[in-house]
């Protein structure tokens, strides 16, 4: 199963987790638009991705949302009717959405983020 | 059954195409009118005043209905209409409970108009598929399917002899017929009545969507008020409407992250607190049978008693246990509340579909109180059984409650008979009796024929046709016939709280729960010791309630879920939380920037159109707003006695008068005397409230205000005003 595994405690607050993913989602360096979330200021900083859990498969009214051979869970964007059904049943809050988008937006472990960070907070596993 | 072959037997009598029109914010613009007699179909452009005022669905079904019918119209003219709008919020995805339609016609029942609301696709594809409102006139010939694909912009009309009338078999039947596919299934929406509604009064409607994970056809209701009857009436066996390609922002509106914000918000509340609140995911509103026991205002035996030792068999406990759950359990898409309950695999015990494994939708508290506890009956399977059969057959579980519990009482109270019953017991609590009584109103035979034209029906032939009662019994017959406006009551026992006596008979269309529901602010919390407090309650909470009948929401997400900090705020039943999403979601949706004021503003309008509607059908004046003795204290000796404690106090602390010495006879009449007075007293509070006169008909200066002061409703109320 692909996912990430994250270590709080060497995360500076940096943000280039951030920044990679929006970028490389969404074409611009804008935290909101991250799938992987910093939060907390100076010395203490917790990271919010998503677990793979697939909790939210079972929300989505439409089957939009499903888990692949590698186990991580993905939106189809065709099929999803934009509810956001799934943020608010997140567990870890790690389901985002934003205002420029109808359909929300999660972590699919692709690891640019891992490569990214400067501690080895980040790790994708497979 | 072979759906090729009921296919073909079609008779196709006109194929019209429309433009597919375009949604923005929240709106076409556009209303689809088929008249029946004439097979003619036509759109028309929804009049920028008429948007303006009255919003949407109810209040574009009640202005369309105003305008396209007189004072002479009957239930049963041909031009009368079925009115199904769902309005301009209705559609989105991200708010839980949007997804709402309203119908409107004039009510075999109450002979005025009625509204009803329900979940399902229906409302909201018919406006993706190009309109606001569908105005359904005129009468066919014989059984016709009207058929909308919002894709190809068509509206068929065919003759459709084959197919049966029954909802679990046709809304299953159609929906195959129709969707190329298994996965083409979720586009599709049926609305259908039943055999029953054929012949009662008591005829609904079912609105369809598609369970993809149970792979069913489910139905939701517009129960109230016969409509089923009207549609059955027009010939129509079915509308149907096929639309694809929903998306989160199929309404187009003006500000997406603003309904995003407020849909979030209530998903995680969901989330967060639906298992220590109400668990309405687990057991939808059958959690409410052990409150309303508790508190002394289930009904038992109608409404004679408010809790039975037996309420712990027809409990949520017992029916968690029958539910079959999916998280995904709503009406609509994105509704995280869920409440919409199934029983699989539930095997029948008599009627015509005797031994065949069903899908029951339901059953949810009105029915489990309805056809259950009002009627002394405590069997959870039998309040299945008889709730698969008003779905299927198209009557509305809450009259034919409320109606078998007054027939029992009559019985046993020897003014029914064996003669008159054709052989019926229909002692309180007799499941043999009351399941048989429902299969007569499909077969139109026996005295569940006459049953089916409702109560306040029954109360008139007694009384009128078959005669030789005495004074006391005919008193009797009227004082515990639960019936306001001709529409059966709701089932809740309103006897202790005067506010909710107001909640039930002061409303528009009869005694139903969904304006005013104070019981617990006004008789637990004592919150509303005057009467002017208890009418600003009957002013605010109508129109707040009204509200969501205009803009196409369920209710039940606005308070059967509670923000965390709720009990913190300064009235904590008017969740304030959620009425400012609400504004958020509407201003989102529309464009607009309305506030509290505004929003009531625009429910006060339809109010009081359908307060005029109603004079101008003959009926909106106060003597129309008096409810049956039994829904204000206690009708006979062994009622009183039963809560004697309670009311010796009532006299003795709230009225002053010491009931020592005096027989039960002698407290039953004067406690009626006080409390007649009392709900007088009520009306002249709410009316003074709600800028009526004290024949409870709106002033003229109350339209001014509302800025519809129009000819027609000028009209209609000047020979009334002071």
């Not at chain 2, 072979?2 to 194929?15: D, F, G, P």
């Not at chain 2, 014989?142 to 809304?171: C, F, M, Q, R």
Request: hydrophobic fraction near 35%.
């Amino acid at each position: 199963m692909r996912k990430l595994i994250v270590d709080s405690s060497k995360c500076t607050g940096c943000g280039q987790c951030e920044i990679t993913c929006s970028k490389a989602f969404f074409k611009e360096e804008n935290p909101q638009k991250s799938a992987i979330r910093v939060a907390g200021e100076s010395g203490e900083h917790d990271i919010t991705v998503c677990t793979q859990c697939g909790k939210c498969i079972d929300v989505c009214p439409v089957y939009a949302i499903t888990q692949d051979k590698n186990g991580v869970v993905r939106i189809n964007k065709k099929e999803c009717v934009g509810c956001l059904s799934c943020v608010g049943f997140c567990d870890y809050l790690a389901m985002y959405y934003h205002h420029d988008y109808v359909v929300p937006f999660k972590c699919v472990a692709c690891g640019l983020c891992v490569r990214s960070c400067p501690t080895a907070a980040l790790t994708l596993v497979k | 059954m072979n759906v090729s072959k009921m296919k073909a037997a079609h008779r196709n009598l006109v194929n019209y195409q429309y433009e597919l029109g375009r949604v923005w914010r929240g709106y076409t613009d556009r209303i689809l009118h088929i008249d029946l007699s004439k097979n003619a179909v036509s759109t028309k452009k929804v009049d920028p005043e008429v948007k303006e005022k009255f919003v949407g669905g109810r209040g574009y079904g009640m202005w369309y209905l105003f305008q396209s019918t007189n004072e002479n119209t009957k239930w049963n003219s041909p031009e009368n209409e079925i009115v199904i709008s769902a309005g301009p919020i209705a559609g989105i995805t991200q708010y839980p409970g949007s997804g709402k339609s309203y119908v409107v016609t004039i009510s075999p029942l109450t002979h005025a108009p009625i509204d009803s609301n329900v979940g399902g696709y229906f409302g909201p594809y018919l406006k993706f598929a190009g309109f606001d409102a569908l105005e359904l006139q005129g009468k066919a010939e014989k059984d016709v399917i009207v058929y909308i694909d919002g894709n190809k912009g068509t509206v068929s009309i065919d003759e459709a002899p084959e197919e049966p009338l029954d909802s679990h078999l046709l809304a299953e039947i159609l929906t195959e017929m129709y969707a190329m596919n298994e996965e083409d299934k979720k586009h599709i929406s049926v609305v259908s009545a039943g055999t029953a509604a054929d012949y009662s009064n008591w005829g609904m409607l079912n609105f369809s969507f598609y369970d993809p994970r149970r792979k069913m056809v489910r139905l939701k209701q517009a129960g109230r008020g016969g409509i089923g009857r009207v549609f059955r009436d027009k010939r129509v066996k079915a509308l149907i409407v096929k639309y694809e390609g929903l998306k989160g922002d199929s309404n187009n509106p003006a500000d997406l992250g603003l309904i995003q914000d407020a849909g979030v918000k209530v998903h995680k509340e969901v989330h967060d607190y639906d298992d220590v609140q109400n668990q309405m995911r687990a057991r939808g509103t059958s959690y409410l049978v052990s409150i309303m026991d508790h508190f002394d205002i289930l009904p038992v035996n109608n409404f004679k008693y408010g809790c039975h030792p037996d309420t712990h068999k027809i409990d949520d406990k017992v029916y968690k246990k029958k539910f079959t759950l999916s998280e995904c359990d709503g009406c609509w898409f994105g509704c995280t509340l869920a409440c919409a309950k199934v029983v699989e695999g539930f095997e029948l015990q008599t009627g015509p579909y005797q031994g065949q494994k069903v899908l029951v939708d339901g059953p949810e508290y009105e029915t489990i109180a309805g056809v259950g506890s009002n009627c002394g009956i405590f069997d959870p399977d039998f309040i299945i059984e008889n709730n698969f059969y008003c779905d299927t057959y198209g009557i509305d579980t809450i009259s034919l409650g409320t109606g078998v519990a007054y027939v029992m009482e009559l019985y046993e109270a020897g003014i029914l008979t064996d003669e008159l019953t054709g052989g019926l017991n229909l002692n309180f609590g007799n499941t043999d009796s009351a399941m048989e009584l429902l299969h007569q109103m499909a077969r139109n035979e026996g005295f569940g024929a006459i049953l089916g034209q409702g109560i306040r029906y029954v109360k008139q032939w007694l009384l009128n046709e078959v005669g030789g009662f005495t004074a006391e019994q005919q008193q009797f017959i009227k004082d515990v016939c639960m019936e306001c406006k001709g529409l059966e009551y709701s089932e809740y026992v309103p006897k202790e709280s005067l506010a909710q006596q107001g909640g039930y008979s002061l409303t528009n269309k009869g005694p139903q729960h969904d304006e005013a529901w104070l019981i617990f602010d006004d008789m637990i919390h004592n919150l509303m010791p005057t009467f002017e407090d208890k009418a600003e309650a009957l002013y605010y909470f109508p129109l707040f309630r009204t509200w969501f009948s205009l803009v196409g929401l369920c209710k039940l997400p606005w308070n059967d879920i509670k923000p965390a900090d709720n009990a913190e705020t300064e009235k904590p039943s008017l969740i304030i939380g959620h009425v400012h999403n609400y504004i958020d979601v509407f201003n989102g949706v529309t464009g607009q920037n309305i506030d509290l004021d505004q929003l009531i503003k625009q429910s006060a309008r339809v109010y009081n159109l359908q307060r005029i509607f109603n004079l101008r059908c003959g009926f909106g004046t106060r003597e129309h707003d008096l409810p049956p003795y039994r829904a204000l204290g206690p009708v006979t000796v062994e009622e009183y006695e039963s809560r004697q404690e309670r009311y010796d106090s009532q006299l003795q602390d709230k009225y002053g008068v010491d009931p020592t010495g005096k027989s039960s006879v002698e407290k039953v009449a004067l406690m009626r005397k006080l409390r007649a007075e009392g709900y007088e007293g009520l009306c002249d509070a709410v009316y003074k409230r709600r800028g009526w006169n004290m024949n409870a008909i709106p002033k003229i200066s109350t339209l001014q205000e509302l800025n519809i002061a129009y000819q027609d409703l000028v009209q209609l109320i000047k020979p009334y005003q002071e």
